[in-house]
């Protein structure tokens, strides 16, 4: 078990074909380097409180943050739909 340099999750192997490594969900979303920004963050806010923020070096969330999943999945099924879901064919 190690910790991918990108996301920071501990996975059990990294990719060694990206330089410095990284897990294979960071490669399914970086799939074309060029494409993908190399510095990057979302936040996703309720009732004008920060209740979770990610960004290529970190994932922060707030203490209840069980209070606000569907908001925190109807965020990223909006973000998907801007640019169609990768996973899916779409986009």
């Known amino acids: 078990m190690t910790e991918c340099p990108k996301c920071h999750r501990i996975v059990d192997e990294l990719s060694i074909s990206e330089p410095g490594g990284a897990c ?24 004008g409180a920060t209740v979770l923020a990610i960004g290529h070096n970190f994932l922060s969330g707030a203490d209840d943050i069980e209070r606000h999943t569907e908001t925190i999945r109807t965020a990223a099924n909006h973000l998907l739909g801007f640019i169609g879901d990768a996973q899916n064919g779409e986009g």
């Open 24 to 47: 294979s969900k960071c490669l399914s979303f970086c799939s074309s380097p060029p494409a993908c920004s190399e510095h990057w963050h979302v936040e996703v806010s309720a009732n």
